[in-house]
């Protein structure tokens, strides 16, 4: 694999858990979690819940 293609490959990556987390949040049978942040990196979460 080429060092673009692990590039690309990581930045789909990053867009399909971005897309997720946002999801998750939005989802109504998940009412209790306000908020999802991450790190660049993705190797840190932090969940705002009530």
């Not at 991450?38 to 009530?50: G, K, S």
Request: aromatic share 6%; no cysteine.
């Amino acid at each position: 694999m080429s060092r673009k293609q692990h590039e690309e490959m990581l930045e789909k990556y990053r867009t399909e858990m971005t897309v997720s987390l946002k999801e998750m949040v939005n989802n109504e049978d998940l009412k209790s979690m306000k908020d999802v942040a991450v790190n660049d990196t993705f190797d840190e979460f932090t969940m705002i819940v009530d």
